[in-house]
């Protein structure tokens, strides 16, 4: 009897554990809706057997878009994406978090961009992070793989104590707070993910612009991930779920910070801590920290 009951138990736990994990995977399939997200521009929805993938289209007319409709107050947020193969010299990917429209002083945003490059150049990640209206903090990195061969999985972590960019699984950056510094924590965030013509910045600060030729630009997006506390009003502590600490106590161990540090020697390109020109009168606080 004894032996049928452990019997029983062993089939029911694997039973929860198959509908766990099938309910895991029909929200990774569904994850694109007309409920969560708003649209703008030329968007195409395919399923290529694991879930949903929405191609981003960029042509002469119009570039392409899509935003939540829920805005956040701290989360992980991740996503998969497949960039543009070839030469995408001009191109602006992107996948982030703002607060809203402008660049005004009530403005916050969280960055993770995908500048074009010309056939045989490396793709540049720009990581940024505005307070305020004040951007300007960026760390730019050369992609140590083809983002255009295969999907890769890019990760922005936002908690109290710092903000973290991460490439499949490795650490790249940490942003850390300080008391005295700016540091985004009252706007509640959107998440953006969209694809443009930044010919006059992209890739070699405006040299190479777009080659239409090469048109339409398209980049993937799958596995869309917001494990995220919700805004309950002005003065009132976020709504969050169960295990929300796993992300918002998050901060990188040691090993994760060695990662931080190989990206920063490998493969950073700029550095706005290492740019005097841009700085005459000194660097920002948090450069003589961290």
């Given at each position: 009897m004894a032996r049928r009951s452990s019997d029983l138990l062993a089939s029911l736990l694997a039973v929860a554990v198959l509908v766990a994990l099938l309910g895991t995977a029909s929200a990774q399939q569904q994850w694109f809706d007309e409920k969560t997200f708003t649209t703008e521009g030329n968007i195409r929805v395919d399923n290529?057997?694991?879930?949903?993938?929405?191609?981003?289209l960029l042509d002469?007319?119009?570039?392409?878009?899509?935003?939540?409709?829920?805005?956040?107050?701290?989360g992980?947020?991740?996503i998969?994406?497949?960039?543009?193969?070839?030469?995408?010299?001009?191109?602006?990917?992107?996948?982030?978090?703002t607060s809203g429209p402008g660049n005004g002083t009530n403005h916050d945003e969280i960055d993770m961009e995908f500048m074009g490059n010309s056939t045989g150049d490396p793709v540049v990640l720009n990581?940024?992070?505005?307070?305020?209206g004040d951007g300007k903090k960026e760390h730019q990195f050369n992609l140590w793989f083809d983002p255009?061969?295969?999907?890769?999985?890019y990760t922005i972590i936002w908690n109290p104590k710092n903000i973290i960019f991460k490439v499949d699984d490795l650490f790249?950056?940490?942003f850390k707070r300080y008391s005295d510094l700016p540091y985004p924590t009252v706007r509640p965030m959107e998440v953006h993910a969209t694809l443009w013509d930044g010919s006059w910045w992209a890739t070699r600060k405006g040299e190479v612009p777009i080659d239409?030729?090469?048109?339409?630009?398209?980049?993937?997006?799958?596995?869309?991930?917001?494990?995220?506390?919700?805004?309950m009003g002005e003065g009132k502590p976020p709504s969050c779920a169960a295990g929300s600490e796993r992300w918002m106590d998050r901060v990188p161990s040691a090993a994760e910070m060695e990662t931080v540090a190989w990206a920063k020697k490998s493969y950073m390109s700029y550095n706005y801590c290492e740019d005097g020109w841009r700085f005459p009168q000194g660097f920002p606080g948090e450069c003589g920290r961290n």
């Open positions: 290529d057997g694991s879930g949903q993938v929405a191609s981003l002469r007319q119009s570039g392409a878009g899509f935003f939540s409709k829920q805005k956040y107050l701290y992980e947020f991740s998969q994406m497949k960039l543009i193969p070839g030469n995408s010299a001009g191109t602006v990917t992107s996948f982030y978090l990581t940024n992070v505005w307070v305020s255009a061969a295969d999907f890769h999985t790249i950056r940490s239409w030729s090469h048109g339409p630009f398209v980049v993937s997006y799958k596995g869309y991930n917001a494990d995220a506390c919700a805004p």
